[in-house]
């Protein structure tokens, strides 16, 4: 998915753009998960399926964790 749609930035987001974030594996600077922008009011938040604790579909919102493997916003859909 990184090589598709129109890459927007972070405070352009609106619900339904795709979030790319790089794998768990910080040395490995590859796409490895990607979530749904569900909200970019008082913060952005994105649905995906997470490996951690949760081991689920998870509502998350975008905090340092993520920032620091966050690749990039796609619009895929208009």
Known sequence: MKNEGTEITLSQSKK???????????????????????????????????????????ITELNNYYMGRFVKVIRVFD
């Open 16 to 58: 339904v753009d795709l979030i790319l974030f790089n794998g768990t594996d910080r040395n490995e600077r590859i796409n490895g998960q990607m979530g749904i922008i569900i909200s970019n009011k008082d913060g952005i938040k994105f649905i995906h399926s997470s490996s951690g604790k949760a081991h689920g579909v998870v």
